[in-house]
């Protein structure tokens, strides 16, 4: 056992405690993320699915970090750095969902063409942004993200993974599969006491949310639905009194749709432009 006078003992807490903080920065937020460890056994597994045809192409910066890469569902670099890295891809009409789709997680391998890596290794993705038609140009022919093509425009390093960067667009196949998520659910705040504006994230499971209602902590207080505003916010028309901790129930928008309360979601004294994180989540 490690002493906790032990040199080594504080230069690892010391630096545990670094690498946390490092990852708390989120959607723009000043920083502030409430950490505890997850509840087990909340809710079934999410069942991967069979395999489908597809397409993929790349985009944006070659780091594949950047505000570029989650823009349409609400994450900004920050997000993107801390909690997806390198593995996001935009996603057509119909996989976007009217951005119903924001955080669900692919798989992916190249099929069919000369220029998929040897062996048809696959990259896991998640979604974190919109693939916008083009009109203008045919569906097979420069028009990738036309419904009703199901095309996933990746991040660089994730397209590498798949197929030799010459190739430009590749077929693939994917598969949704369970979103793997370190800790609970993560709340950022915007807005006021009266409007709040919440940034749902590190949603594992099935990624997603359809539903979203906050209410105070403690006895029957009654539950206040959220609306939708866009991608992975959802806001709250209400004036909510900051002095106490607010719990948070998610309903999932994949079928079958599955329910969780973080209970201790967002501490007393909550401030907008911090992010907090709860215990819990859809393992």
Not at 32 to 55: C, M, R
């Amino acid at each position: 056992m490690t002493s906790a006078n032990d040199p080594a003992a504080i230069f690892l807490l010391a630096a545990l405690a670094v690498a946390t903080a490092a990852q708390l920065v989120s959607a723009g937020f000043t920083t502030d993320v409430y950490w505890k460890q997850p509840a087990a056994g909340a809710v079934a597994p999410y069942k991967t699915s069979d395999w489908y045809e597809g397409s993929a192409t790349f985009y944006g910066d070659p780091s594949g970090i950047g505000d570029d890469f989650g823009g349409a569902c609400g994450y900004v670099s920050n997000d993107i750095v801390s909690l997806y890295s390198t593995r996001t891809a935009a996603l057509s009409t119909p996989l976007f969902a009217d951005g119903n789709g924001c955080g669900q997680c692919y798989e992916l391998r190249c099929v069919k063409s000369p220029w998929c890596n040897p062996g048809s290794p696959s990259v896991v993705v998640t979604g974190t942004n919109l693939c916008p038609p083009n009109w203008y140009l045919a569906s097979d022919n420069g028009g990738w993200c036309n419904p009703p093509r199901h095309h996933f425009d990746m991040a660089p390093p994730s397209f590498l993974k798949l197929a030799q960067r010459v190739a430009g667009i590749v077929p693939v196949q994917y598969r949704r599969v369970p979103c793997q998520r370190t800790g609970g659910v993560r709340f950022c705040l915007q807005g006021n006491r009266y409007w709040l504006l919440i940034y749902v994230m590190n949603v594992g499971g099935a990624g997603d949310v359809s539903s979203v209602s906050v209410k105070r902590s403690g006895g029957s207080n009654p539950w206040i639905q959220a609306a939708h505003n866009w991608g992975i916010t959802y806001q709250l028309f209400a004036e909510v009194d900051n002095s106490v901790p607010l719990d948070v129930k998610l309903t999932t928008y994949s079928s079958p749709q599955q329910t969780i309360i973080v209970d201790d979601a967002i501490s007393s004294w909550w401030i907008t432009g911090l992010c907090y994180q709860g215990s819990n989540n859809f393992y």
